[in-house]
């Protein structure tokens, strides 16, 4: 019976969450301040999520800034994803042999 209740509350939570701007912003936003920030706030809430998770996913610190360095030279010289993906795992891994 709980978990009916716990399931009811993440859908209103989430249906709040899409259903409140349109009841706010009834009018199209004109404000250049409010719409560059609108604009960036995927990409902080994605980086809140993730960089904690990067550093924190193998249990060692080491191994970690070591796959997000590789990560991040990679990305620099825009390799497609999967191969900075697949680097970054890899040298987190071999890292762990030698830390």
């Not at 009916?4 to 939570?13: F, Q």
């Not at 404000?31 to 902080?44: C, E, G, M, R, T």
């Not at 999967?82 to 891994?93: D, H, K, R, W």
Request: charged content about 5%; cysteine-free; glycine content about 4%.
């Amino acid at each position: 019976m709980s978990i009916a209740i716990y399931i009811a509350v993440m859908a209103l939570v989430t249906y709040l969450i899409r259903a409140l701007p349109f009841a706010f912003f009834q009018k199209k936003i004109k404000s250049q301040f409010i719409k560059s920030f609108l604009y960036y706030v995927p990409y902080a809430v994605l980086s809140a999520m993730t960089i904690p998770a990067i550093f924190y996913s193998t249990g060692n610190i080491y191994t970690s800034i070591a796959g997000t360095v590789a990560a991040l030279v990679l990305a620099y010289f825009n390799l497609p994803l999967i191969v900075v993906s697949l680097a970054a795992a890899l040298t987190a891994f071999l890292t762990g042999f030698i830390v």
